[in-house]
């Protein structure tokens, strides 16, 4: 998988107001890793349904990622290498920084957690959002989602902000935008870092403003993750 990406555009002016009754949901799945028992990968999907249907369109945001519980946070020599290594380049990277600059994320996280008494940890790996419904929040949405439904006790999370098209600044510029949702609790890891982002989720977040089923009075035009 590629690494965390996202936009902080604004709303596309082609979009359309739908003129019929099918309906925005977001929906999380987990599963298990097929070759690794102990990680299971989750997404977060944004997807329309045709009205009174079981079955969802296509992705039109996501955020996909896993969640790995072996009771301990890595040291140099132990299973975690094995788990991000087989992810992706930007999975080994936040790994190598657990290991190698441990101290800067226990000063990252010292407001809301000791990072010695974390027992697990979940990487956020890929957000997409369709282009012409940017503008609408969607990518927050989608971590509040998913900080409701994986924040259990000692859970690190790990994420980088990384925009697929890099302008000046495009990291700091989506890292602050992901900080900008203050119930989700993003830390900035260090200058050394950039763009990566640390939170201890350890009691769910359920946002009162937060329903399944999304009203954002437009209709997507169609696009797909090329990254995904």
């Known amino acids: 998988m590629e690494p965390v990406s996202g936009s902080i555009e604004g709303r596309m002016d082609n979009a359309e107001i739908p003129d019929d009754e099918s309906f925005l949901k977001v929906e999380t799945i987990f599963s298990k890793h097929p070759e690794s028992p102990d990680v299971l990968d989750f997404s977060v999907v944004l997807r329309r349904y045709p ?3 079981d079955i969802g369109g296509p992705s039109l945001a996501h955020l996909k990622g896993f969640l790995y519980q072996p009771g301990y946070l890595p040291s140099e020599e132990d299973d975690y290498f094995d788990v991000f ?15 190698d600059d441990w101290n800067l994320v226990a000063k990252a996280l010292k407001k809301d957690a000791d990072l010695d008494e974390l027992q697990s940890i979940a990487y956020l790996e890929r957000l997409w959002v369709n282009p012409s419904l940017r503008g609408h929040g969607i990518a927050l949405r989608l971590f509040r989602e998913a900080q ?12 980088k902000a990384h925009p697929d098209s890099l ?7 989506l890292g602050a935008y992901y900080r900008s949702e203050k119930q989700l609790r993003f830390r900035t890891i260090s200058k050394k870092h950039e763009g990566w ?17 999304l009203d954002l009075g437009v209709r997507e035009n169609p696009a797909v993750d090329d990254h995904d």
């Open 51 to 53: 009205p009174d249907e």
């Open 85 to 99: 290594d087989e992810r992706s380049q930007h999975a080994m990277v936040a790994y190598q920084i657990l290991v």
């Open 148 to 159: 409701h439904v994986l924040s259990r006790p000692g859970l690190l999370v790990m994420v």
């Open 167 to 173: 302008g000046e600044d495009g990291n700091q510029k």
């Open 197 to 213: 982002l640390v939170a201890a989720w350890q009691q769910p977040a359920a946002n009162k403003d937060d329903e399944s089923f």
